[in-house]
């Protein structure tokens, strides 16, 4: 007869052996015996409504059939977890010598999946009780007289009875461990089942399916079986050690796939648990494995309540903390990491309601600085321990890149009072936006700054006081429109800038959403209310104070042109195409007009 053999680790000392004939003979070896019955089989009722609960289980209770399989395992764990606590109160047991054992053997000719344990077994008054009385849980009542048994699996009394959704019978053959005599337990369909003694059977239980026929093809196949048990009970505890294990294995690739998968007793329970990780760590593979996860009757689904809560958060927590050590312990293995995921912890910063937990997320951040070289980036609390003493901000500048942002006229007003952190990422903005502090320091962007210290009130005072300056500024004004900028004011700090625009201090978050929806140029101005200032220390500004009235089309082009610029440097330009075709056009106006050119190079 040929076999094949395939080995499931479940816990210390427990092994699943799944035997499949491949020859397909009529009953294997270990499936048919004799039994030796002592006097006449005795009849007893289920103590439910019979019909009405198998209909509940069949139909109701669990989302997949192939469930009956964890849960006769879980039973023939919880069995074996029985008769390992009892035997290690009594070291002179006789059973001592038998293996703790599941084996599963599949009969493809007859229909029929066997389940075999060497556990504690059961005597006539439990089988009569326990499989008679639906929702009756043995485990529950064991727990309940012996207060160290924490490691069992069962708890509602319900899961015999999922294979009850794929039998036409079902036949328990059991003997408990220090009884002289066994007993079989026998349904065939129906509010009855019987109950005979056996003089034949070994400790343990052996619980025997006849499949239905809509069922047989799948559940009797070895392979599938095997998947199955992969599935719901691959994870187990090392034979040698229960000590954990703190490793974690970051991969630049992300998985189609992820999550953690809940097992309870080693069963899963929940192949993706999203309930135990908030969502910005879905790139996190693993398993949690606890004893005190409150489940619903059907072991499938969680019952939310603080413990849910309370691990949810101690997970948060350690997988935070692991990565700062991380950042701290291996610079050159976290920025690869970060690689690929920063975008999920920038996530956690925009989507927890916790400001302590968006701190604790920018632990992990990561940008280049004005206080470090082009490709070396720096942390926020590294930013904080170089802070100087009389500094209440830590100061940050969003542009589409570090030589972009180094060029701004932000930066040159800024005047490198103190460090800057370049933000390259559109999404750093937002991140910022949300978290106003870091470790009690103020985050300001420079741009804001500038609107509040870096614009002199003097120079509008001045102004008002030049008739000359005040005519340029409003042609300025009607010629961009009122879309292209909300106000226009002079402003002598940015020396080599003719033009600087800011927004308003709320529309950061509004410039990173409209860079990324499909919005025209002019309708996102209309959302970010810019305001330009001009310097009229610049030669350029000069020479078109003087042509804005000899040749009011070419100023126009200029002005239109350099307004474009200072939108590249906000970053705010979102298709700067047309410009080609207008510089173009200037180039062609200026050569034709020696004259204008003259003008505007020689003030």
């Not at 009892?86 to 054992?101: N, R, T, Y």
């Not at 059977?201 to 070895?222: M, P, R």
């Not at 542009?399 to 952190?421: C, G, H, I, N």
Request: charge should be negative.
């Amino acid at each position: 007869m040929l076999r094949r053999s395939l080995y499931f680790g479940l816990r210390s000392r427990h092994v699943f052996r799944l035997l499949a004939n491949k020859n397909y003979l009529n009953i294997l070896p270990n499936i048919q015996r004799t039994y030796a019955s002592v006097g006449a089989a005795k009849k007893f009722e289920f103590q439910a409504e019979i019909d009405s609960l198998l209909d509940i289980v069949a139909k109701s209770l669990y989302s997949d059939q192939e469930v009956f399989i964890r849960e006769l395992i879980a039973n023939a764990s919880d069995a074996l977890e029985k008769r390992r606590y009892l035997e290690m109160g009594d070291k002179a047991s006789p059973v001592q010598e038998i293996p703790f054992e599941i084996r599963i053997d599949c009969d493809v000719k007859n229909r029929k999946l066997v389940f075999t344990d060497t556990g504690i077994g059961m005597n006539e008054e439990e089988l009569v009780g326990l499989l008679g009385t639906i929702a009756k849980s043995g485990s529950k009542s064991f727990r309940s007289d012996e207060e160290k048994a924490e490691s069992l699996i069962g708890q509602f009394g319900v899961g015999f009875y999922s294979a009850f959704v794929v039998s036409d019978k079902v036949r328990v053959t059991t003997r408990k461990v220090d009884e002289p005599t066994g007993h079989v337990w026998t349904w065939s369909g129906g509010k009855q089942f019987e109950v005979e003694e056996d003089l034949t059977t070994q400790i343990g239980t052996k619980i025997e399916l006849w499949l239905k026929d809509s069922e047989a093809a799948k559940f009797v196949q070895a392979e599938k079986v095997a998947d199955i048990l992969t599935l719901m009970s691959d994870f187990f505890i090392d034979l040698l050690s229960d000590s954990l294990i703190s490793q974690f294995e970051f991969s630049a690739d992300s998985q189609h796939e992820t999550g953690i998968s809940l097992y309870n007793q080693r069963v899963l329970i929940k192949p993706n648990a999203k309930e135990l990780l908030p969502r910005f760590l879905r790139f996190l593979i693993g398993v949690v494995d606890s004893e005190d996860i409150p489940l619903n009757l059907s072991r499938e689904m969680l019952q939310m309540d603080l413990i849910i809560e309370k691990i949810r958060n101690i997970l948060k927590d350690r997988c935070i903390h692991f990565l700062v050590e991380q950042l701290k312990k291996d610079r050159i293995k976290y920025t690869e990491f970060y690689k690929g995921y920063s975008l999920f912890l920038k996530e956690g910063i925009l989507t927890d309601q916790s400001n302590q937990t968006k701190e604790d997320i920018a632990q992990l951040l990561l940008f280049e600085s004005s206080n470090t070289r082009s490709g070396t980036s720096t942390s926020l609390p590294e930013y904080v321990e170089r802070m100087q003493t009389d500094q209440k901000c830590i100061y940050y500048l969003y542009a589409p890149s570090r030589q972009l942002a180094e060029t701004s006229p932000y930066y040159e007003m800024f005047d490198k009072r103190f460090e800057v952190l370049f933000l390259t990422d559109p999404a750093d903005e937002l991140v910022f936006l949300s978290m106003p502090q870091f470790h009690m320091k103020q985050i300001l962007s420079v741009e804001q700054w500038v609107k509040d210290e870096g614009v002199s009130k003097d120079e509008n005072k001045e102004v008002t006081r030049d008739p000359v300056k005040k005519e340029f500024l409003t042609w300025l004004k009607d010629s961009l429109g009122s879309v292209r900028v909300s106000d226009v004011k002079p402003n002598t700090s940015q020396s080599e800038h003719p033009f600087m625009i800011t927004i308003s201090s709320d529309a950061g978050a509004a410039r990173h959403m409209l860079r990324i929806a499909q919005i025209k140029e002019m309708e996102h101005l209309v959302y970010l209310n810019p305001v330009l200032h001009v310097n009229f220390t610049h030669p350029l500004i000069q020479g078109l104070q003087k042509l804005y009235k000899k040749e009011p089309e070419l100023a126009l082009k200029i002005s239109e042109q350099v307004y474009d610029n200072a939108l590249i440097s906000a970053g705010l330009l979102k298709d700067s195409s047309k410009m080609v075709g207008r510089l173009n056009k200037i180039l062609a106006d200026l050569l034709q007009l020696n004259a204008v050119k003259s003008t505007i190079i020689t003030p």
